[in-house]
């Protein structure tokens, strides 16, 4: 056999390895929503209903180039045969099903949301922002007034800062490890502009964004980070705000952790200091060591995570694929290493296009698994030169204490001998 037949005949291994194994991880996500709750059971999670998939008779079925299909609907519907769900918890989250996804886009209905006094229902027509405080004239914009304004479009990912749950057993998926992270298209007015019609004072330095939800969320942003790449936001992948996302406007600020854009947003006040919100006291600060309190850390940073393989894939020996997701606050993704013996080797991964700033970035690697155990980790490396730390680095710079916000340390999915993929379950101490 030549050299060059040999050369194909090895990518057409790995091709069909690779369309086995998705084949299996998309089959193997039925079970999901039912391991997890039953590893659970302690903590009030709602069990996610049966899958479409799963639910759907094994029974022959007719030639499709022999019967008519149905046709077009006022929506748009998925196939029976997929059938991604969120998992809810806690009565707040609901967490994207991130092994499920392709590319870098999360559709709307599987965007992670967190609530913190339900979804309030506002009519469009009745709602307004007021923006007031140290400016030269106070405005009040309904949201048609709102579209009359140039609009602009953002794709940039939106993550909880407590996006990890420390206390995850091995069997868990990234879903319900890391799932309160997702992208989209965000369409909006820029509140830049919406700051030089009011005119801002010199003394003006923060605002105060506040929402229309039962808790008053509100937070404190400075007046840099409104002028910059903040948007007042009326749209989301091409639609119309969904009310978990914060319907009718939101505000939107790429890179910054989640409970600063603010949703149902219904007041800015422009102020010469912060406002000291119970949610930058009482939450979103962290302890760290020496007794100190660590307050505004508003920008995400670095993380990764491989999503296939993942828990609860079994992996086939042969040609793989290791795919994964890995996005910064600070702006791009330059680098994925990936290692698959526990982080003493690593390997540069690709980055699949685009990468964009203060977005998920998709990253692949190629690996041979002929059986035997594996340890697969990845970290990221943004433009700023920024590394994503172990669990160990993590702790030493901060405290044991600082949990459970902007934890964003190297994970790990062990392959065990037979093709069972676990999470690697650690303790925090």
Same mark, same amino acid.
């Given at each position: 056999?030549?050299?060059?037949?040999?050369?194909?005949?090895?990518?057409?291994?790995?091709?069909?390895? *690779?369309?086995? /194994?998705?084949?299996?991880?998309?089959?193997?996500?039925?079970?999901?929503?039912? $391991?997890?709750? $039953?590893?659970?059971?302690?903590?009030?999670?709602?069990?996610?209903?049966?899958?479409?998939?799963?639910?759907?008779?094994?029974?022959?079925?007719?030639?499709?180039?022999?019967?008519?299909?149905?046709?077009?609907?006022? !929506?748009?519907?998925?196939?029976?045969?997929?059938?991604?769900?969120?998992?809810?918890?806690?009565?707040? +989250?609901?967490?994207?099903?991130?092994?499920?996804?392709?590319?870098?886009? /999360?559709?709307?209905?599987?965007?992670?949301?967190? &609530? &913190?006094?339900? +979804?309030?229902?506002?009519?469009?027509?009745? &709602?307004?922002?007021?923006?007031?405080?140290?400016?030269?004239?106070?405005?009040?914009?309904?949201?048609?007034?709102?579209?009359?304004?140039?609009?602009?479009?953002?794709?940039?990912?939106?993550?909880?800062?407590?996006?990890?749950?420390?206390?995850?057993?091995?069997?868990?998926?990234?879903?319900?490890?890391?799932? *309160?992270?997702?992208?989209?298209?965000?369409?909006?007015?820029?509140?830049?502009?919406?700051?030089?019609?009011?005119?801002?004072?010199?003394?003006?330095?923060?605002?105060?964004?506040?929402?229309?939800?039962?808790?008053?969320?509100?937070?404190?942003?400075?007046?840099?980070?409104?002028?910059?790449?903040?948007?007042?936001?009326?749209?989301?992948?091409?639609?119309?705000?969904?009310?978990?996302?914060?319907?009718?406007?939101?505000?939107? !600020?790429?890179?910054?952790?989640?409970?600063?854009?603010?949703?149902?947003?219904?007041?800015?006040?422009?102020?010469?200091?912060?406002?000291?919100?119970?949610?930058?006291?009482?939450?979103?600060?962290?302890?760290?060591?020496?007794?100190?309190?660590?307050?505004?850390?508003?920008?995400?940073?670095?993380?990764?995570?491989?999503?296939?393989?993942?828990?609860?894939?079994?992996?086939?020996?042969?040609?793989?694929?290791?795919?994964?997701?890995?996005?910064?606050?600070?702006?791009?993704?330059?680098?994925?290493?990936?290692?698959?013996?526990?982080?003493?080797?690593?390997?540069?991964?690709?980055?699949?296009?685009?990468? *964009?700033?203060?977005? &998920?970035?998709?990253?692949?690697?190629?690996?041979?698994?002929?059986?035997?155990?594996?340890?697969?980790?990845?970290?990221? /490396?943004?433009?700023?030169?920024?590394?994503?730390? /172990?669990?160990?680095?993590?702790?030493?710079?901060?405290?044991?204490?600082?949990?459970?916000?902007?934890?964003?340390? +190297?994970?790990?999915?062990?392959?065990?001998?037979?093709?069972?993929?676990?999470?690697?379950?650690?303790?925090?101490?």
């Amino acid at each position: 056999m030549k050299n060059d037949d040999k050369a194909d005949w090895t990518r057409r291994q790995m091709l069909a390895a *690779l369309a086995g /194994t998705a084949g299996a991880a998309l089959a193997g996500t039925t079970a999901q929503a039912d $391991n997890n709750s $039953n590893n659970n059971k302690d903590q009030d999670e709602k069990k996610a209903p049966e899958s479409k998939a799963a639910s759907t008779p094994s029974v022959d079925r007719p030639d499709p180039t022999k019967v008519p299909g149905a046709g077009p609907s006022a !929506l748009g519907e998925r196939s029976p045969f997929e059938s991604p769900e969120r998992i809810a918890a806690f009565g707040v +989250i609901s967490g994207t099903p991130l092994h499920e996804l392709h590319g870098t886009l /999360t559709p709307a209905d599987l965007h992670f949301e967190r &609530h &913190h006094a339900g +979804i309030p229902n506002i009519d469009p027509a009745q &709602h307004e922002l007021l923006i007031h405080g140290l400016v030269d004239r106070p405005l009040k914009l309904t949201l048609s007034d709102l579209l009359r304004f140039p609009a602009v479009s953002r794709i940039c990912f939106l993550e909880c800062s407590g996006n990890l749950r420390i206390d995850a057993g091995e069997e868990t998926s990234p879903q319900f490890l890391c799932g *309160l992270t997702s992208q989209s298209e965000w369409t909006g007015v820029a509140l830049s502009t919406l700051l030089r019609e009011v005119g801002l004072r010199p003394s003006a330095k923060w605002l105060l964004a506040e929402g229309s939800d039962a808790a008053v969320l509100s937070r404190s942003i400075p007046i840099e980070k409104a002028m910059d790449d903040a948007i007042i936001a009326y749209a989301q992948n091409g639609e119309a705000l969904r009310p978990g996302q914060g319907y009718p406007i939101r505000l939107l !600020l790429p890179g910054w952790e989640g409970n600063t854009n603010v949703k149902w947003l219904r007041r800015i006040e422009i102020s010469d200091r912060p406002f000291m919100t119970r949610e930058e006291t009482a939450k979103y600060s962290e302890p760290i060591k020496g007794g100190n309190i660590r307050s505004f850390s508003f920008t995400m940073d670095a993380r990764s995570v491989i999503t296939t393989p993942t828990y609860p894939q079994n992996l086939e020996r042969g040609w793989n694929e290791i795919r994964g997701l890995a996005w910064s606050g600070r702006g791009k993704i330059v680098r994925v290493e990936v290692s698959v013996d526990g982080g003493r080797k690593w390997q540069d991964a690709r980055l699949a296009g685009p990468v *964009l700033p203060k977005a &998920h970035t998709r990253f692949t690697l190629p690996w041979q698994w002929m059986g035997g155990a594996a340890e697969l980790s990845s970290r990221a /490396t943004d433009e700023t030169g920024y590394i994503q730390p /172990t669990r160990r680095a993590l702790i030493d710079a901060r405290g044991a204490g600082s949990i459970p916000y902007h934890l964003n340390l +190297i994970v790990s999915w062990l392959v065990e001998a037979d093709g069972r993929v676990l999470y690697k379950a650690e303790p925090w101490g």
